[in-house]
């Protein structure tokens, strides 16, 4: 909560931990410290790297994994979306990936505040980042007050079925919407 009222601290970490099937016995250590609420993790194998989203810098960052797990800082390729984000996911079968963000801090912040009790709706919003334009922008894929579904804090997008997948962490509902192929370029 310090970190929602004070700004990015830089007080979390990524953790690579591995675990030796024989004794059962895990080694955990810090890939990545001094990340600003990192929440959102996703390894792409096709390409051997980690996403992963910031919540206060509003930034999703590519790292490459080097042998032993470690995530190569030096070589790491970040984008700044300009609001508070949350999980970030792959879309199956490619390298693109969307995040969850919330576009209105005001409302935001008294639901992460009281989350059992608050009343109000939070904003949401789904951007869709390409691999083919070297990820250099975002695209809406969907846009909501709240009205639709409040607070929701990750999303898959089906490509074959052309579907947005989405769900809450404070209110009960999935989310089903049909995206248009031409908003992100499949037609």
């Known amino acids: 909560m310090m970190e929602v009222l004070l700004g990015p601290l830089g007080t979390t970490n990524i953790v690579h931990c591995q ?3 024989a004794s059962l016995e895990s080694t955990c250590t810090s890939a990545v410290s001094k990340l600003a609420f990192a929440n959102g993790l996703e390894y792409i194998a096709s390409t051997n790297e980690v996403i992963s989203a910031e ?5 999703v960052t590519r790292y490459p ?5 470690k995530l190569d800082v030096a070589n790491s390729h970040s984008l700044y979306f300009g609001m508070a984000l949350d999980n970030v996911r792959r879309v199956p079968g490619t390298r ?21 009790s608050y009343k109000g709706t939070v904003p949401a919003r789904a951007l869709y980042v390409r691999e083919s334009n070297d990820y250099s922008h ?3 894929i969907y846009n909501d007050d709240g009205q639709v579904l409040s607070f929701v804090t990750g999303y898959l997008y ?13 209110y009960e509902g ?14």
């Open 19 to 21: 675990l030796d099937p």
């Open 55 to 59: 919540t206060t810098r509003g930034r």
């Open 65 to 69: 994994v080097l042998p032993g797990g």
């Open 96 to 116: 693109d990936f969307v995040v969850a963000t919330f576009p209105d801090l005001e409302r935001l912040f008294p639901a992460l505040k009281s989350p059992a």
């Open 138 to 140: 975002e695209q809406v």
């Open 158 to 170: 089906a490509q074959g079925a052309g579907k947005l997948l989405g769900g809450s962490v404070l």
């Open 174 to 187: 999935l989310l089903v919407c049909k995206v248009d192929p031409k908003v992100i370029g499949d037609a």
